[in-house]
């Protein structure tokens, strides 16, 4: 039988990631208290060879994924399934990408929100995690439908377990905790933009690197199409 992660989880509660091979890099990191202020990553994005928990118990990594499969949402105390609609994939300059690695070997970049510890926190903040810049081709996330045990839709806003440890997707809705909170990747509007963009309907899109459209204070407002 399949081990699922052992936490009691509310949307409220955060993610982390980590990475790890290559040599430890010390980067200067501004400490901020919401995703709205979040101006240094270009990408809030999982390594491909991150493994992800699928519906069924078993595993697979994050660059295998494709439109369809079903993955394991931890987004209550009980467990649904969520489908992958898209897979997004941005590449990396110059193949490679400074990113965050957790005990467990989660591969994240510096501000995507995970949960630890029944916890919302961002990986560049927890202390046991390693920043490393390393080989990487290519970092993903995804838009990820939630369905009811009748298989009807209910939401975006799919909690992946990635490494045993909880991380979230696009367009996830969360408003109950100011670190995971984002008034662009965590709503509705990229969910619009993605779903502009060549490649949405057929379930996967590929972006150059840096994507991200900014205002003047630097918060992030769209992306490139």
Request: include cysteine.
């Amino acid at each position: 039988m399949a081990e699922y992660p052992t936490i009691g989880f509310q949307p409220q509660d955060g993610f982390v990631y980590r990475q790890s091979t290559g040599p430890p890099v010390r980067v200067h990191q501004t400490q901020i208290s919401s995703m709205k202020s979040f101006n240094d990553e270009k990408k809030p994005c999982f390594h491909g060879d991150n493994r992800v928990l699928m519906s069924d118990g078993s595993q697979k990594k994050v660059s295998e994924l494709k439109k369809g499969d079903e993955v394991m949402s931890m987004n209550s105390k009980c467990p649904v399934i969520g489908k992958i609609n898209c897979v997004i994939k941005t590449r990396c300059e110059n193949n490679k990408c400074q990113m965050m690695i957790s005990p467990s070997e989660l591969k994240i970049t510096n501000w995507h929100p995970i949960n630890t510890q029944g916890k919302w926190q961002f990986p560049c903040e927890i202390k046991d995690w390693d920043q490393m810049i390393i080989d990487c081709d290519y970092v993903y996330n995804f838009v990820v439908d939630l369905e009811s045990q009748t298989r009807t839709q209910i939401s975006h806003g799919c909690i992946m377990s990635i490494q045993s440890m909880l991380t979230c997707t696009l367009g996830h809705g969360f408003t109950d905790d100011e670190v995971i909170t984002h008034p662009y990747w965590g709503t509705e509007k990229v969910i619009d933009d993605l779903k502009k963009t060549p490649g949405y309907e057929t379930g996967l899109i590929i972006f150059e690197p840096s994507p991200a459209i900014r205002n003047s204070d630097g918060e992030v407002i769209g992306l490139k199409l």
